[in-house]
């Protein structure tokens, strides 16, 4: 299994531009998650999705879109970069059943600058 | 007050020492405790897990939960340098409780010095 895959890797955006961060799980997991990270700021919940078709905002999903049309993918999309949001993106997915405890798995990051 | 409340440090130490790490929180309604480890550059990895209250030892890394306090602790024996990183608290309600996400901490950022 190659877990949580992200793409690309590091993109340098110019204001105003849009952009997909590309997610992809192959561990059939139900829940699907974006998170982006600020130095010293912790995780912040951009979006979620329980399952196909069904996506939920977070803490911070001003900016942000999201479709979740397969098991698998999860894209965020970035409509008018702006340089808040300058961050670095995870993506993670976990298996959610009644009764179970959560483990989030994580991908690698994606580093977004915009200028 | 925020939800979860974790010092962002950043702590240094020398090899060999104990490390504590800490965080409270305010929502009595999590009952499952998580660590994940996040080293520089590379997403987060689960490193405990705790459901409600009690210890939990795995090697050289200790999770404590006190529900009472709302406190929970990763306690890190004979540090190393390859501990170096940042650590995570993360905790929830379950999905018996209307399963909202993880609630993450800011993270406490660990040196260990050689």
């Known amino acids: 299994n190659a877990g949580v895959t992200q793409t690309p890797k590091f993109r340098i955006l110019k204001i105003g531009q849009s952009m997909t961060l590309q997610c992809t799980q192959d561990?059939?997991?139900?829940?699907m998650y974006w998170y982006r990270q600020d130095p010293g700021m912790g995780l912040k919940l951009i979006y979620y999705?329980?399952?196909?078709?069904?996506?939920d905002k977070g803490e911070v999903p001003n900016g942000y879109n999201v479709s979740r049309s397969t098991t698998e993918d999860f894209p965020l999309r970035l409509e008018l970069a702006a340089p808040s949001q300058t961050s670095v993106y995870f993506c993670?997915?976990?298996?959610?059943?009644?009764?179970?405890?959560?483990?989030?798995?994580f991908g690698p990051g994606t580093r977004l600058l915009v200028l | 007050q925020k939800e979860v409340e974790q010092d962002p440090g950043p702590l240094s130490v020398p090899e060999g020492a104990i490390v504590s790490l800490n965080c409270t929180y305010s929502?009595?309604?999590?009952?499952?405790f998580m660590w994940y480890r996040q080293y520089s550059r590379k997403g987060p990895e689960l490193l405990m897990y705790?459901?409600?209250?009690g210890n939990k030892e795995d090697g050289r890394f200790t999770a404590q939960v006190d529900k009472s306090s709302k406190y929970i602790s990763l306690f890190i024996r004979d540090s190393q340098p390859s501990d170096s990183a940042t650590y995570l608290c993360?905790?929830?309600?379950?999905?018996?409780?209307?399963?909202?996400?993880?609630?993450f901490g800011k993270g406490t950022r660990l040196s260990v010095i050689a």
């Open positions: 561990m059939n997991h139900n829940y």
């Open positions: 999705s329980v399952g196909a078709g069904i996506t």
């Open positions: 993670a997915s976990s298996y959610i059943t009644s009764g179970a405890q959560e483990t989030q798995y």
């Open positions: 705790t459901y409600s209250s």
């Open positions: 929502n009595s309604a999590f009952q499952y």
């Open positions: 993360a905790m929830s309600s379950g999905a018996d409780s209307g399963n909202t996400p993880l609630v």
